[in-house]
Structure formats: C-alpha cells, structure tokens
C-alpha cells in the first residue's frame, strides 16, 4: 500500500502532482489548514497561495513527503 501523504491522506504520488498544479495546490493547501482548524494558516494560503507559499509547498511535499509547516498559525 503506498504510503500516505498530506493532502486529505492521499498517496504520495497524488499528492505532489497536486502540488505541482498551482489551482490545486492552493484549493487543497487552504482546505486542509482550515479542516486542521488552522483558520489564519487557511487564510494566509488564501491569500498568498499562488506566490511563494505554492513554492515552498511544493519544495517540502518533493523533499519531506509533507505541505509547508512554517505557517503553522
């Protein structure tokens, strides 16, 4: 069984080419802060989701296998 990833528990496949398409980077970064109950992380991904934080998703989702932690608000 693939391992799971951080995008709703998705494998991790899935999940970085989730991450590598920005719309959906941006729809699931902000979704799953907000279902983490992170609801200023959800609204700065909201915000600024298709600049630098849609980068430094996809660097740690390549690199760790998990989203940017340093938003963790």
């Known amino acids: 069984m693939a391992k799971k990833s951080d995008y709703f ?3 991790y496949i899935v999940s970085v080419i989730l991450a590598i398409i920005p719309f959906t980077s941006w ?3 902000f979704v799953t802060r907000f279902m983490e109950g992170k609801i200023v992380a959800g ?3 909201l915000i600024f989701g298709f ?3 849609w980068i430094l998703d996809l660097i ?3 690199l ?3 989203i940017c932690r340093i938003i963790n608000l």
């Open 51 to 53: 600049t630098i934080v």
């Open 43 to 45: 609204l700065i991904r």
């Open 60 to 62: 740690f989702m390549i």
């Open 9 to 11: 528990g998705l494998p």
């Open 27 to 29: 729809v699931c970064g």
């Open 64 to 66: 760790k296998k998990s």
